[in-house]
């Protein structure tokens, strides 16, 4: 087909490969974005999970966080965090998509987190205690290695917003590969936004394979779904995948004697 | 850029009631739109989902493909998804609506699986007993005893539908995101927290009805309580 014809030349064009508006330049603009913004969102989000998910309190806030959360689009949150926080920069980041993608990813990292603590088994939270365990040592050797696909889950659907909304940032003057998209429609130079989109899809799914692989290594064999001393809670997924948290399936810890 | 500095130097009110006043029908018309596509992407993800589901559930060799497939679609960024069609179906309504349909399958397919595979053996077994042919064992046991899960699974890809919605207002289309894209072109905050304001609304208002259908709809979860 013709159009990919002009799609390949465009990769070819090695003016698309140079300079600030290139895609090396445009490739590192996004992962800096993704990344800063889910360093920081861990660094707020993890301890809350832990510690809420640890000692089982808060669940209902836990909860509604990631349910509001879902329901305000990342769209609004950045056209919104323009107007509120301008369009200045820090570090070559827009502050606005920063400060938005931060507040996208905290969410899900919370309430999965606190899922995956509160959901360990009262009987291995008992043992622990009983070999003499101190409350810092259970949540960290005992709790958190049980909890951490649901943990990885969270990271992984937050990861997978901030990259979506980073490529939408190119509406508010932020860099990154969303600009090949931006730009590209608005001037109808549809094998450029073509183009962008595959670069975009390809750096989505790249990023989703290293953490997928992250959790491979990371989770303990033990807590694979498959195999033949799999731990299967209903309908809790140990395995890879994302797990989606709904606000019903969560079991009102604090009614327990 | 010094621009905006000015406006919010200005103060700006976040909403003037008067443009509201005199716009009421572009807002009624961007809601209609978004409301309409949401509904034509839920249903024609439920169209694909529910024989993929049945598929998966009857040879379970299918679910890793199908699960994976869905999770890759789900994967790739909206802006992206939409970007990839606009060649072929040009800034168009099949544009927005094939990728908004291809994210449920993620969220629906789950669902529906974990809801039929959580039937009880024992269950089926007693409706096998009784007399039901598969098909009927399907519909009239198997389904019912799956809706929580089924139904949770719409509620969520509604939500996320909603969401998703206002970002093709970038390829051009209509929906409360055109409202946010023409406050954001403007500098002008009074359609952009409208926008945004109603889209929230509209996420509660469908999880709430949905959750409301839910409840006539299995009037067993709560009996006996």
Redesign the interface.
């Known amino acids: 087909m013709d159009?990919l014809g002009r799609v390949y030349d465009w990769f070819a064009d090695g003016q698309n490969w140079s300079g600030n508006s290139g895609i090396p330049n445009r490739l590192i603009e996004h992962l800096q974005l993704t990344l800063v913004a889910m360093l920081i969102a861990l660094v707020i989000a993890f301890p809350i999970g832990l510690v809420l998910g640890h000692t089982r309190r808060g669940g209902n806030v836990a909860v509604n966080v990631s349910n509001i959360g879902?329901?305000?689009?990342?769209?609004?949150?950045l056209?919104?965090g323009?107007?509120l926080w301008?369009?200045g920069e820090i570090e070559g980041m827009s502050k606005a998509a920063l400060l938005a993608l931060i507040a996208l990813a905290i969410p899900p990292i919370i309430t999965n987190t606190y899922v995956g603590m509160s959901q360990v088994d009262e009987s291995i939270r008992d043992s622990a205690k009983g070999v003499g365990m101190r409350s810092t040592q259970r949540m960290l050797r005992v709790e958190l290695p049980i909890a951490l696909p649901l943990v990885f889950a969270g990271i992984r659907i937050s990861a997978?917003q901030v990259?979506?909304?980073a490529?939408?940032a190119a509406?508010?003057a932020s860099g990154g590969l969303?600009r090949f998209?931006?730009d590209?429609?608005a001037v109808r130079d549809?094998?450029k936004?073509?183009a962008?989109?595959?670069l975009?899809?390809a750096l989505?799914?790249t990023i989703?394979g290293v953490l997928a692989l992250g959790q491979r290594v990371m989770v303990s064999d033990g807590l694979r779904a498959e195999g033949p001393r799999a731990v299967r809670q209903?309908?809790l997924?140990a395995q890879g995948?994302?797990l989606?948290v709904?606000a019903?399936?969560i079991p009102n810890r604090e009614e327990a004697p | 850029m010094s621009h905006l500095a000015t406006v919010l130097a200005d103060g700006d009110p976040w909403v003037r009631w008067s443009w509201v006043a005199d716009h009421g029908d572009v807002i009624m018309g961007a809601l209609r739109e978004h409301i309409v596509l949401t509904v034509q992407a839920v249903l024609l993800g439920l169209v694909v989902a529910v024989p993929v589901s049945l598929a998966a559930v009857r040879w379970r060799w299918l679910q890793a493909p199908a699960f994976s497939l869905a999770g890759i679609l789900y994967t790739i960024p909206s802006l992206a998804l939409f970007a990839i069609l606009v060649p072929w179906t040009g800034l168009s309504h099949t544009t927005a609506l094939i990728p908004l349909a291809s994210y449920t399958l993620f969220i629906l397919t789950r669902n529906i699986v974990t809801g039929l595979e959580g039937v009880p053996p024992a269950v089926k077994d007693a409706a096998d007993g009784m007399g039901y042919g598969p098909t009927a064992r399907l519909v009239k046991v198997e389904l019912p005893l799956a809706l929580p899960s089924i139904m949770a699974g719409i509620r969520l890809a509604t939500i996320s539908t909603i969401g998703l919605v206002t970002v093709t207002a970038l390829i051009g289309l209509g929906g409360l995101g055109q409202l946010i894209n023409d406050g954001l072109t403007r500098d002008f905050r009074t359609p952009l927290v409208i926008g945004s304001v109603l889209s929230v609304l509209l996420a509660i208002v469908a999880d709430v009805l949905l959750l409301g259908v839910q409840r006539v709809a299995t009037p067993w979860t709560r009996a006996g309580r």
Request: glycine share 12%; hydrophobic share 60%.
């Open positions: 159009f879902r329901a305000i689009p990342s769209f609004a949150l056209v919104l323009a107007q301008g369009i997978l990259v979506a909304t490529t939408l509406v508010v969303g998209i931006v590209g429609i549809f094998p936004v073509f962008g989109a595959l975009v899809a989505a799914l989703e209903p309908g997924e995948s994302m989606l709904e019903g399936s």
